[in-house]
């Protein structure tokens, strides 16, 4: 370059930044953002990602080639965040956000979480950032020309995540420990509950009888209701507990008791599940 032309290129370069700054301008993106959010039991699980098309192109080992950390989508690194302790296929991860990286093969892929988050693509990926790594196997699925995140299978503990694109998805699962969530919140707001809250004593235990959990605690929260104010509810709750002690006489007479008691409080009260435990107890 002569002296004449490095001169000119400083000018061009001096002009542009002594330019106003551009204005923001905001453009659709070819690979559009989407948020995936599930609850499983008392759990929050929010998958955040970019969504890539196929438009006819080669996805597996050509644009996104086999034994290479992908970001497992397009732009940003997705993400996945749990708001409690999670299981992933049985091993053990904090709650928090992770960088949700996957490596692609034929026969089986990665899928990494990683305490690297933030970061546009895999570019700053370090493996000594991984939290956990799992061992999945690919399938062949229906065509998806949107990549696709999503929760094909939920239950109160546990839920499968699938990460499907062209014809082809991988799945794992998520466990949580909701019984042990729920009784640790149903034991302080027992303990929180004002000396004429009766209604949280026996929703507590009921879970507690739903699920055949701490009982124990269940019959100290029940008398406590009972001690409040007696009603269908915490009577019918009492009765439960007493056929599993198998007590069904005293079950089956403190069931009717809960029957008059609701029916006096309100004459058009449904006793539907209260007569269903009767007639249950009767025939045995």
């Known amino acids: 370059m002569n002296r004449l032309a490095a001169l000119s290129m400083a000018a061009v370069v001096s002009a542009a930044l002594a330019a106003p700054a551009a204005a923001q301008l905001d ?11 599930q609850t499983v039991g008392l759990t929050d699980v929010t998958i955040a990602y970019c969504r890539p098309s196929v438009r006819g192109r080669v996805i ?47 026969d089986e892929w990665t899928v990494i979480f990683n305490r690297g988050a ?33 929760f094909p299978a939920v239950s109160s503990d546990a839920a499968t995540v699938s990460i ?43 879970w507690c009888l739903d699920n055949n959990v701490a009982l124990d605690e269940a ?16 009577l019918a709750a009492k009765a439960r507990l007493l056929a599993l002690d198998g007590k069904k006489a005293d079950a089956i007479a403190l069931a009717k008791k809960a029957i008059t008691v609701g029916k006096s409080a309100d ?5 539907g599940a209260v007569d269903k435990l009767i007639a249950e107890w009767e025939k045995k």
Do not use: C
């Not at 993106?29 to 959010?37: D, F, G, H, I």
């Not at 950390?69 to 302790?85: C, H, L, P």
């Not at 990926?125 to 196997?137: N, T």
């Open 118 to 150: 933030k970061q546009w693509g895999a570019y700053s990926y370090k493996e000594s950032d991984d939290a956990l790594r799992v061992k999945v196997k690919p399938h062949r699925d229906e065509f998806r020309e949107l990549m696709t995140i999503w």
């Open 267 to 271: 004459p058009k009260a449904d006793t």
């Open 219 to 234: 019959r100290g929260w029940v008398e406590k209701s009972i001690a409040t104010k007696e009603t269908m509810a915490n």
């Open 60 to 106: 597996w080992g050509e644009l996104v080639p086999y034994g290479q950390v992908w970001r497992t989508g397009a732009n940003e690194a997705t993400t996945i965040t749990f708001a409690d302790d999670v299981t992933v296929d049985g091993n053990k991860l904090a709650a928090g956000t992770y960088g949700l990286f996957t490596i692609p093969g034929k």
């Open 27 to 37: 453009l659709p993106r070819p690979s559009p953002k989407a948020t995936v959010e």
């Open 164 to 206: 499907a694109w062209e014809k082809l998805a991988v799945e794992f699962t998520l466990k949580v420990d909701t019984t042990a969530k729920t009784l640790a919140g149903a034991r302080k707001a027992v303990a929180d509950a004002k000396p004429d809250d009766w209604r949280t004593p026996v929703r507590a235990a009921t």
